[in-house]
């Protein structure tokens, strides 16, 4: 699934849990969206790094539960023009 480009799962009633750091193998990525799916922990920072996300335009990861700083590497992803982190 390395050609994936937009995987949108946004309001889905995910058991609590951390973000797949398997979704780093998702190359291709444009469009992510994991609004509102119960996540918590915080934004690893091998998964949304310039090695991984090159292509990511949108990240959206608000409504979730997440805790941390935001990972400094998010500013080095050039594509990157929408990052929703609310609540």
Known sequence: ??????????????DAGSIPRSLGNLTSLEELSLKDTQLTGTI??????????????L??????SLTGTIPTELASLEQL????LNR
């Open 44 to 57: 690893p920072t091998d998964v949304f790094s310039t090695r991984t996300m090159t292509n990511l335009t």
């Open 81 to 84: 023009r929408f990052l929703l």
């Open 1 to 14: 699934m390395t050609k994936l480009t937009y995987l949108f799962l946004a309001k889905n009633d995910f």
């Open 59 to 64: 990240l959206d990861l608000d409504s979730n």
